[in-house]
């Protein structure tokens, strides 16, 4: 072997060895943090709205929100649940206090993960069954739900239209609501709605897809820092 192959591989091994330190910090320093807010829950404040776009974006806040972030999330991702599981209840803070509103443009591409193979489109489809009515406490609850204590494994299983019904529900949605998502009324518009969320997603990754993705205007949030959300609100 020449010297110049042991070098290059050594260089490639030095790498590889490089990103593994980074990634275990990384996760460690990740399941170090703690979670902000804790002990607020999702928003509750009455005169906060849920407004579906025409696009299907779901924007979370009170009319008069000086500032809205876009948050793209699959229902899949475990990191959005993480995401949500750390941040969401800080992020209903500085929504119910009106200083920031939340769109939420949730996308589709982890369906082949699910069992069902469809599972993230049928949750944006009730996603957006939920948020069609209007009321913000009840869509955050769902919303947060979703991410968090109900959200299936990746790579696992998923949850049925009736059990999505059923976690709509338990976050306080009328019948009219829970007939939308059983019924599967809006796959198909969520179907079109996730194909422009990833669109508008790859254009601002420079080609890309990743989630969780956070954005104020068009520059992304770090969100490994942890003190992002205070700082959108800012």
Not at 101 to 117: E, I, Q
Request: hydrophobic content about 40%; proline content about 5%; glycine content about 8%.
């Amino acid at each position: 072997m020449s010297s110049r192959t042991t070098y290059a591989l050594g260089g490639v091994a030095l790498a590889v060895i490089v990103l593994i330190v980074v990634f275990v910090v990384r996760w460690n320093s990740n399941h170090d943090l703690k979670v902000q807010g804790e002990g607020y829950g999702p928003v509750h404040d009455p005169a906060v709205s849920a407004l579906l776009d025409s696009d299907g974006a779901i924007v979370l806040g009170k009319p008069n929100a000086p500032k809205t972030i876009d948050m793209y999330e699959d229902p899949m991702c475990p990191a959005c649940g993480s995401l949500e599981h750390l941040y969401g209840q800080q992020l209903a803070q500085q929504v119910d206090a009106g200083k920031l509103a939340v769109r939420y443009r949730l996308v589709n591409f982890l369906d082949p993960k699910s069992g069902s193979k469809d599972y993230s489109t049928r949750a944006v489809a009730a996603n957006e069954c939920v948020a069609d009515n209007g009321d913000g406490p009840v869509y955050s609850k769902f919303h947060t739900a979703l991410f968090t204590t109900k959200q299936p494994s990746e790579s696992g299983g998923d949850l049925s239209n009736d059990q999505l019904s059923a976690i709509a529900k338990d976050a306080g949605a009328p019948a009219e609501v829970l007939q939308c998502i059983a019924k599967g009324d809006r796959v198909d518009s969520a179907r079109n709605h996730t194909d422009a969320s990833l669109k508008a997603l790859r254009a601002a990754l420079g080609g890309k897809v990743q989630t969780p993705s956070v954005f104020d205007g068009a520059k992304e949030i770090d969100v490994n820092d942890s003190g992002w959300v205070a700082k959108a609100a800012s």
